[in-house]
DNA sequence: TATCAGGGCCTAG
DNA sequence: CTAGGCCCTGAT
């Protein structure tokens, strides 16, 4: 199916931002995108002008949102633009890239396991445990896993975790998946809680602290509000803004321009 | 081969 | 509030 999309939107960048573990560049421009039971792959084919694999409904209900495609981010860059040098600086290396509505439970999970990790060995255990325990669907292009529920981990042991090289994350991620497959935690009552409560409410989980809470508001939830500083971050705030936190002037955006500057920062290593 | 840092968090003091 | 430890991987 053809898809036209009239607003700021970058395949490439979406997949290098960092947010998504599981997202790729399949061949020639092609990329891949997998969230819950759907995989979509898209081709830019001109300026704007989009070839996706899945058919109307399912772009409707499943990708639009995926892609965060109800918020307009040329405008969100014309309403921020223009406020601080740095961060202008960031906005324009990173537009096209856009926040994603991912998977809830995934997101916990990869986010968990992303503490003192680099990109590439997250996603190196991401894959692992969807090659382990996940269903596997056929495309047309590939055979990949889709990543399992947390009911379908319910029996891993905590060596059977380690062998997917997450090591001390095994106990964390251990926890969620009681925690998510009792009910104890449930990732769908909180879409409804405000940022700060559902910020709070994750980080009764092992291993969830200030960071990996705000990366699954964020990265899952659309909370544009939440801000998760890491290294990164950490190190623009120091180095590139004289020590001083830029993102009280950005406010249900901020989220966002961390976004922007995430990828900036790393795509100047 | 050895060293270091990586989208932090937990625990002790 | 701060310091140290943590399991493993990819990069040099």
């Not at 490439?12 to 997202?23: H, L, P």
């Not at 307009?72 to 509505?101: Q, S």
């Not at 995934?106 to 090659?131: F, G, H, M, N, W």
């Not at 106990?171 to 910020?199: C, F, H, R, W």
Request: proline share 3%; charged share 25%; aromatic share 12%.
């Amino acid at each position: 199916m053809r898809v036209e999309i009239q607003d700021d939107f970058n395949l490439r960048k979406i997949v290098e931002s960092g947010q998504c573990f599981r997202a790729s560049l399949i061949d020639d421009d092609i990329y891949r995108f997998v969230t819950g039971n759907n995989v979509v792959y898209m081709k830019e084919t001109e300026k704007g002008i989009f070839s996706v694999s899945c058919g109307f409904n399912e772009w409707q209900n499943t990708w639009v949102k995926y892609f965060d495609l109800n918020r307009n981010y040329r405008n969100i860059f014309e309403k921020e633009y223009g406020k601080h040098p740095f961060v202008d600086k960031a906005m324009n290396a990173g537009r096209g890239l856009r926040i994603l509505w991912q998977d809830p439970w995934e997101i916990l999970v990869s986010t968990i396991i992303s503490q003192r990790k680099s990109i590439p060995a997250i996603q190196k255990a991401v894959d692992l445990i969807a090659k382990k325990y996940g269903t596997v669907q056929k495309t047309e292009y590939e055979k990949l896993n889709l990543f399992p529920s947390a009911t379908d981990l319910i029996n891993v042991s905590e060596d059977d975790m380690r062998s997917c090289g997450v090591g001390y994350r095994a106990a964390y991620i251990l926890d969620a998946i009681s925690k998510v497959s009792s009910g104890e935690v449930d990732l769908n009552m909180i879409s409804q809680l405000p940022d700060t409560e559902l910020i709070q409410y994750l980080k009764c989980i092992r291993g969830v602290g200030e960071k990996v809470a705000n990366c699954v508001a964020l990265f899952s939830y659309g909370r544009s509000a939440c801000v998760p500083v890491d290294v990164w971050i950490s190190r623009a705030i120091n180095d590139d803004c004289n020590g001083k936190d830029p993102f009280d002037l950005y406010g249900n955006h901020a989220g966002i321009i961390q976004q922007y500057i995430f990828y900036y920062k790393q795509s100047r290593q």
